[in-house]
């Protein structure tokens, strides 16, 4: 009896798996449809996002290099175009492409940059002019006095000079090589004009600008007044000569470094 219900009981669970085998086919030819018609509308909810768009991002990223030097100004102002015309190109797709906020980052951070370039720069000169000005003037009090080692060591990179507690006398007595230096500068022609025309006071600042406020490089115009004061209607053209003197920031990443006279040259006529 037990034999005949086992043998039963297979038969059954056979048959059973039969009928179950075309509703398995069935369940998985209908799961590969439905996985197909996601894939398919997923695709047709994908929106590409805007190339200009993106391009706008990476030059905005790339804009503080404006603040560098004005040779750079391009970069943020190219963020703002492609910003501009990523804008338009996803109004033009009725909105089928995605980049609408990187565009107005992008128009924010290159806006900034764009205005805080041109305010750094005139700030930096500012400062780089008024810094300039203050040591050539004590330069050219060295002269007035008569001081030509002192004038010198002015012009000596920091390096080289003279230690705070030194004497500076005792420094180029044991240095030949600083004394030949500082004589050979004294030498030169526009040198020599502007030493003598500050110690008899005739030496007058007439202009200061700066030529290289990433070097820190500034050059001061000194006219050489003549025996003739310049308030004598005779003197027409007091300012007969002109001497540049170009100092400049030792250490280019601190404004407030050590300066060094650079060079004195005359003007050119």
Not at 26 to 52: F, H, K, V
Not at 223 to 229: N, S, W, Y
Not at 253 to 262: C, Y
Request: glycine share 8%; charged share 25%; net charge negative.
């Amino acid at each position: 009896m037990a034999r005949g219900r086992g043998e039963s009981r297979r038969l059954w669970l056979a048959a059973k798996q039969m009928q179950d085998l075309p509703e398995t086919d069935a369940n998985i030819e209908s799961q590969t449809l439905a996985a197909g018609d996601a894939a398919e509308a997923g695709l047709a909810s994908y929106r590409p996002i805007s190339p200009l768009s993106l391009v706008a991002v990476i030059m905005a990223v790339a804009s503080p290099l404006a603040l560098i030097t004005p040779l750079l100004l391009f970069v943020p102002v190219v963020a703002l175009v492609c910003a501009g015309l990523g804008l338009r190109e996803i109004r033009a797709s009725g909105e089928a492409m995605l980049g609408r906020t990187l565009a107005y980052v992008a128009l924010a951070v290159a806006g900034a940059m764009l205005t805080a370039g041109p305010a750094w720069w005139i700030s930096r000169d500012a400062v780089l002019a008024a810094r300039g000005r203050a040591f050539a003037e004590a330069w050219v009090e060295r002269l007035a006095q008569g001081d030509q080692v002192g004038a010198h060591h002015l012009h000596l990179r920091p390096q080289d000079r003279a230690g705070p507690m030194a004497s500076l006398q005792d420094h180029y007595a044991e240095q030949p090589e600083l004394r030949r230096e500082m004589r050979e500068f004294f030498e030169q022609p526009a040198v020599m004009r502007l030493a003598a025309a500050a110690v008899e006071g005739k030496a007058d600042l007439v202009g200061v600008r700066v030529v290289s406020g990433e070097r820190g490089v500034v050059v001061l115009d000194y006219a050489i007044l003549p025996a003739v004061g310049k308030d004598d209607a005779l003197a027409d053209d007091y300012r007969q000569d002109v001497v540049h003197v170009a100092v400049g920031r030792v250490d280019e990443e601190d404004i407030r470094g050590h300066w060094r006279v650079l060079w004195v040259k005359p003007v050119e006529r």
